[in-house]
């Protein structure tokens, strides 16, 4: 009877897992590289990454995590700091762990096209908890209704402002180590960081959480119904509050009739300083350093995720498994920056494998 009973829930298991799209996540690097040994030492890219259920559905997986976990995460930031950049634009750093030992680890966390410290709070609150790191998150211009004294911004950041909010960082804790996450759009930014420092980034590992990878292309992957919203939420949050700003460029007014990314993304490089497209894309765009990327990456999809499409990784697939300290890791499901798993009490996936990915490279 034991045995039988034993076969059934095996079969059940086996069932339930077939329903729910639970996999063991796949591998693109390097064999002989710098995640050869990685690959076999956490645990979670051996293992199926087992899917919330009733979360199984990319569209009910993202609207989960962006109307109701987003909003049901309390914590409460130590400080945020505004800064004034070079050029007189203002970012600031939302800072969770300040008053932790000096020492101790700092993760910088770049956030997502429309992120404030409220949307990122459960992301913080995971790395902090899983490592109990101090957590500074790079806010852009123009996001959490920051002042814009400068007719410029850019959708994916700048990395000349995530040099100075750097500076800032390690003149403010000298003895402590850095770490970086991109999420989402904030991959953009990472990337492109890395590409452009090479050797020289202050990082010791990073780790990107849903990239587009070529920003040129991406957004034409993003599905039809995200895209339309996600375009009406950047003019409502950054053209809109800020039209005395936007006088001074020509033509300004054109970016309010983008009825989608795709156009919103071809239309605004004068918002970014460039005076044409193409300036703006080879001064930004990821894809074109993403080779010269010397520390650590590992960078995870989901094959399923409606946003940032897994179609745009497959130009990169064979490049990215020549280059020594690359990782990428995909999973069945997760949908966009979800990746969440549990029933009732449903927790980030994606966190625990920053969080334990990161472990690898501390003292």
């Given amino acids: 009877m034991k045995v039988w009973f034993e076969k059934l829930t095996q079969v059940s298991a086996q069932y339930l897992d077939r329903l729910i799209g639970s996999d063991i996540p796949k591998l693109y690097y390097q064999p002989d590289g710098a995640f050869q040994h990685l690959s076999h030492t956490l645990p979670q890219l051996k293992s199926k990454y087992r899917p919330t259920p009733w979360l199984s559905n990319p569209h009910a997986h993202i609207l989960y995590f962006d109307l109701i976990k987003k909003k049901s995460i309390q914590l409460k930031y130590d400080a945020i700091e505004q800064l004034k950049m070079s050029d007189g634009g203002i970012t600031a750093i939302a800072w969770f762990g300040l008053n932790l030992p000096k020492d101790t680890p700092t993760i910088v966390l770049l956030h997502t096209i429309t992120g404030t410290p409220d949307s990122m709070r459960e992301l913080v609150r995971d790395l902090n908890r899983y490592n109990g790191w101090r957590i500074a998150l790079c806010l852009r211009r123009g996001h959490a209704n920051l002042p814009m004294p400068v007719p410029q911004m850019n959708l994916f950041g700048s990395t000349q402002d995530l040099r100075e909010q750097l500076l800032y ?195």
């Fill in 169 to 363: 960082i390690e003149e403010k804790f000298p003895e402590s180590d850095l770490y970086a996450v991109g999420s989402s759009a904030g991959t953009g930014l990472l990337v492109r960081y890395l590409g452009e420092e090479g050797e020289n980034t202050p990082f010791k590992a990073a780790f990107a959480l849903c990239p587009g990878y070529n920003t040129e292309t991406g957004f034409a992957n993003v599905h039809p119904f995200y895209s339309k919203v996600m375009a009406k939420k950047l003019v409502k949050k950054f053209i809109q509050p800020y039209q005395s700003t936007w006088q001074s460029i020509p033509a300004w007014q054109e970016i309010l009739l983008s009825q989608n990314l795709a156009e919103f993304e071809q239309r605004y490089f004068k918002f970014a300083g460039y005076d044409n497209y193409d300036a703006y894309t080879q001064a930004t765009n990821p894809i074109y350093v993403f080779e010269n990327v010397k520390i650590p990456l590992m960078i995870l999809n989901a094959e399923d995720d409606p946003v940032c499409h897994i179609q745009n990784f497959e130009p990169y697939k064979n490049v990215i498994q020549t280059m020594p300290n690359i990782m990428v890791v995909t999973t069945k499901k997760g949908s966009h920056c979800g990746f969440y798993e549990g029933f009732v009490h449903t927790e980030s996936w994606a966190s625990r494998l920053m969080a334990d990915y990161f472990k690898q490279y501390s003292a």
